[in-house]
């Protein structure tokens, strides 16, 4: 029985042991820089930063009397020999939110000159070795800084915060997400984001690769973040949108993405391939282009048409391209993202409907029936159609018609009509199914991209949609 206690006391004792030296302490003029392994119990369970959900971040609300924010962080119950004390890298000031590098090497305490006291929450990720320092006094809001051309280039410091309060993103019901409306003006879209506001020591959210932003048609940008203690921008070297941007940043991801309204777009797009002699996309190129672009409809701006007489006794291959500034300037638009020839069919009736995508994609269509190309790019679908039939582009296509998801694998037609009829094709203008019911099962269908072409007595219709 003795042994039996004994053991069980000796284990209670282990398992306080390793949990307390699992923890992070906080030792400075708090607690007149007691090392953890003079503090009392309780002492350790008022200054330990602990991992509650195994997820390495480790974290503790404490109240900080003024003047008293002056401290660094002990790694288990050990003295001040230990290698295991994390130090800042440079002094830092705190401003709502600071996020700080810390280093085994000695430098810095980690302090605020001028603070006045109050409740703070501390978050130290052990596999980053970073610092989260919250003050719960100022904002229970988390605040991302806009740092880069819209702000001037100006140092994330306290000194200049007031310039950055229109610059600002909140996580306001603290879930990871920060989001904020921001007017960029035209050629400035070169900015990053900075956690905190700390000079040197600040730690800013980057691309993930430094890469350039590219919007599609509907002002949509999404991309993934990293963390960095140097700037990198994101950039956009054409931004000439007036429209405010729509900002959306999940830490939880790291991911971001930046919304507008709708770019300014441009009058044509330019047909290049083949029945051009694949002249380059350059400008000047553009009197021989001129007759070779598609131009925005007036009544619906997303929309381009255009009609052109071809050699039909070779190869139809050709894509789009919404500028003459060179094979990788502007924005380049095909069948699909990579630069390669896809082969295509047009149906019964000599149309071919599809998809459009940003890419070098070409399509290709081995004999095309007559020396006339018609060609409708509708950007609200993100679908062409190219026809021999100058009537089949010039179909008014209503909204009485409308498709719907109605379960796994099945579509409904609703239209005020009885009689309907539909057609599906693939991607590559194949004809997979045809039908007159207002009901349709896509079982049997393999993943994919189809279109579906929809017609009743006095109405027409063109849709994408996917099957998973």
Same mark, same amino acid.
């Given at each position: 029985m003795i042994k039996i206690l004994f053991n069980f006391f000796a284990f209670c004792v282990f398992v306080g042991l390793s949990a307390s030296a699992d923890a992070y302490y906080i030792v400075g003029d708090i607690n007149n820089y007691n090392a953890p392994t003079n503090m009392s119990e309780s002492e350790r369970g008022k200054y330990a930063l602990t991992d509650d959900d195994g997820d390495e971040i480790y974290s503790l609300i404490i109240n900080i009397p003024k003047n008293k924010f002056s401290f660094v962080l002990f790694k288990g119950i050990v003295d001040w020999n230990s290698r295991d004390i994390y130090w800042a890298t440079v002094p830092i000031e705190m401003v709502d939110e600071t996020e700080i590098l810390l280093t085994k090497t000695v430098s810095q305490n980690i302090s605020y000159s001028n603070w006045e006291g109050g409740e703070v929450q501390l978050e130290f990720d052990s596999k980053t070795e970073r610092l989260k320092i919250r003050s719960l006094e100022i904002d229970n809001a988390e605040i991302l800084y806009?740092?880069?051309?819209?702000?001037?280039?100006?140092?994330?410091?306290?000194?200049?915060?007031?310039?950055?309060?229109?610059?600002?993103?909140?996580?306001?019901?603290?879930?990871?997400?920060?989001?904020?409306?921001?007017?960029?003006?035209?050629? %400035?879209?070169?900015?990053?984001?900075?956690?905190?506001?700390?000079?040197?020591?600040?730690?800013?959210?980057?691309?993930?690769?430094?890469?350039?932003?590219?919007?599609?048609?509907?002002?949509?940008?999404?991309?993934?973040?990293?963390?960095?203690?140097?700037?990198?921008?994101?950039?956009?070297?054409?931004?000439?949108?007036?429209?405010?941007?729509?900002?959306?940043?999940?830490?939880?991801?790291?991911?971001?993405?930046?919304?507008?309204?709708?770019?300014?777009?441009?009058?044509?797009?330019?047909?290049?391939?083949?029945?051009?002699?694949?002249?380059?996309?350059?400008?000047?190129?553009?009197?021989?282009?001129?007759?070779?672009?598609?131009?925005?409809?007036?009544?619906?701006?997303?929309?381009?048409?255009?009609?052109?007489?071809?050699?039909?006794?070779?190869?139809?291959?050709?894509?789009?391209?919404?500028?003459?500034?060179?094979?990788?300037?502007?924005?380049?638009?095909?069948?699909?993202?990579?630069?390669?020839?896809?082969?295509?069919?047009?149906?019964?009736?000599?149309?071919?409907?599809?998809?459009?995508?940003?890419?070098?994609?070409?399509?290709?269509? %081995?004999?095309?029936?007559?020396?006339?190309?018609?060609?409708e790019v509708d950007f609200s679908n993100m679908t062409v159609l190219f026809s021999c039939n100058e009537a089949s582009v010039n179909v008014v296509i209503e909204d009485d018609i409308n498709i719907c998801v109605v379960g796994e694998n099945m579509l409904s037609i609703e239209t005020t009509n009885e009689n309907v009829c539909y057609e599906i094709y693939n991607m590559q203008g194949l004809l997979v199914g045809k039908g007159a019911d207002k009901i349709i099962n896509l079982e049997g269908f393999c993943q994919g991209v189809y279109l579906i072409k929809i017609e009743d007595a006095e109405n027409y219709k063109v849709k994408r949609f996917i099957v998973r």
């Open positions: 806009l740092v880069g051309a819209p702000t001037g280039y100006i140092e994330p410091t306290i000194e200049n915060k007031e310039l950055f309060k229109e610059y600002a993103f909140a996580d306001i019901d603290g879930d990871g997400i920060y989001k904020g409306s921001i007017s960029i003006p035209s050629d %400035a879209f070169e900015f990053c984001f900075a956690k905190g506001l700390n000079g040197d020591s600040t730690t800013y959210v980057v691309p993930n690769n430094s890469e350039v932003v590219k919007f599609d048609f509907y002002g949509i940008y999404e991309g993934a973040t990293n963390y960095t203690q140097s700037l990198q921008y994101w950039t956009y070297n054409d931004w000439q949108s007036t429209e405010d941007i729509e900002v959306v940043y999940d830490s939880n991801l790291n991911t971001i993405s930046f919304t507008c309204g709708a770019l300014e777009q441009t009058k044509y797009l330019y047909l290049i391939g083949t029945p051009s002699g694949w002249i380059g996309p350059d400008s000047g190129n553009e009197p021989y282009l001129r007759k070779w672009r598609l131009k925005n409809s007036e009544d619906n701006e997303n929309v381009y048409k255009g009609e052109f007489e071809i050699d039909n006794s070779q190869q139809l291959v050709f894509r789009f391209y919404d500028a003459l500034t060179g094979w990788d300037g502007g924005r380049s638009y095909g069948c699909e993202v990579d630069d390669n020839v896809f082969h295509y069919n047009i149906d019964e009736n000599g149309i071919y409907q599809g998809v459009i995508k940003k890419g070098k994609g070409s399509w290709a269509f %081995a004999q095309w029936p007559t020396n006339k190309l018609y060609i």
